[in-house]
């Protein structure tokens, strides 16, 4: 599993809605950063989309704590 936190989020960007991100929040990543610079995660909707990838920073967790990571975004 990998995990990334909301490191950025301008008012609008480009059309996109920003509005389902939390700043400071970590998000699961389903897909990793794609040729064009987009993410896919669960945003706060709880639905999946895509995000540019340069709104996020990769973080390192054990294995162990990212299952409980996953356990607790899944649940809310």
């Known amino acids: 599993m990998t995990f990334m936190i ?8 480009g059309g996109l809605s920003l509005d389902d991100l939390t700043l ?4 699961e990543v389903l897909v990793e950063p794609d040729e064009h610079g987009f993410v ?16 996020f920073e990769p ?3 054990q294995e162990s704590g990212a299952h409980r990571l996953h356990e607790a975004l899944t649940q809310e």
């Not at 400071?24 to 998000?27: E, I, T």
């Not at 945003?43 to 540019?52: A, M, T």
């Open 59 to 61: 973080i390192s967790i």
């Open 40 to 55: 896919r995660i669960y945003d706060d909707s709880g639905e999946d989309y895509l995000y540019p990838a340069d709104l």
């Open 24 to 27: 400071g929040r970590a998000y």
């Open 6 to 13: 909301c490191v950025s989020k301008p008012e609008s960007r």
